[in-house]
T-cell receptor
Framework: GQQVMQIPQYQHVQEGEDFTTYCNSSTTLSNIQWYKQRPGGHPVFLIQLVKSGEVKKQKRLTFQFGEAKKNSSLHITATQTTDVGTYFCAGLGGSYIPTFGRGTSLIVHP | EPEVTQTPSHQVTQMGQEVILRCVPISNHLYFYWYRQILGQKVEFLVSFYNNEISEKSEIFDDQFSVERPDGSNFTLKIRSTKLEDSAMYFC???????????????FGNGTRLTVT
């Protein structure tokens, strides 16, 4: 079955530093979604990427979808303490059921 | 903004007991899901439900699990005989539609933390 790998598992940064999490799928995806889960909370949808090579930005967050539609990344510029949480990618294949990666927990030190 | 609501927020049960986790999806959504998350681990798909029947289920969703939509608003997950390893956060999610060109995002509830002792 479809598997989605995500690295790193944890990332500690000083406030103001950049952060990147990477997502790789074992199969070609139809699209990929990103979610954020605050500590003690539930996953909240951030964005969806559909097209090969697509890049989308939300303020300090930049999302990329690879040319082969098998990998994706999320980059945060100049992290803030409000960015703390776990970031999940969720790949969608033919069944359109999101398969979540393990997530990357971002810890921002003030 | 409409929300997915889940009750209870925390359920403690003894091994072997039956539990029912309840969810009210967003009213105009057509697709319903249960996911679970063991503490600190990834969000794992259990089952999807559409048009009053299961559309897909994972290997985790064995015979001890069942889902129901008993009326027009509730969506329940029943675990017949709980095991210690069923302890996890159970998330209900719903989404509006599925199309090849765009997939609606999942809207998650706040979850039910199930503790099996």
């Amino acid at each position: 079955g479809q598997q989605v790998m995500q690295i790193p598992q944890y990332q500690h940064v000083q406030e103001g530093e950049d952060f990147t999490t990477y997502c790789n799928s074992s199969t070609t995806l139809s699209n990929i979604q990103w979610y954020k889960q605050r500590p003690g909370g539930h996953p909240v949808f951030l964005i969806q990427l559909v097209k090969s090579g697509e890049v989308k930005k939300q303020k300090r967050l930049t999302f990329q979808f690879g040319e082969a539609k098998k990998n994706s990344s999320l980059h945060i510029t100049a992290t803030q303490t409000t960015d703390v949480g776990t970031y999940f990618c969720a790949g969608l294949g033919g069944s359109y059921i999101p398969t979540f990666g393990r997530g990357t927990s971002l810890i921002v030190h003030p | 903004e409409p929300e997915v609501t889940q009750t209870p927020s925390h359920q403690v049960t003894q091994m072997g007991q039956e539990v029912i986790l309840r969810c009210v999806p967003i009213s105009n959504h057509l697709y319903f899901y249960w996911y679970r998350q063991i503490l600190g681990q990834k969000v794992e798909f259990l089952v999807s439900f559409y048009n009053n029947e299961i559309s897909e289920k994972s290997e985790i969703f064995d015979d001890q699990f069942s889902v129901e939509r008993p009326d027009g608003s509730n969506f329940t997950l029943k675990i017949r005989s709980t095991k210690l390893e069923d302890s996890a956060m159970y998330f209900c999610a719903s989404k509006e539609h599925v199309r090849s060109s765009y997939n609606s995002p999942l809207h998650f509830g706040n979850g039910t933390r199930l503790t099996v002792t």
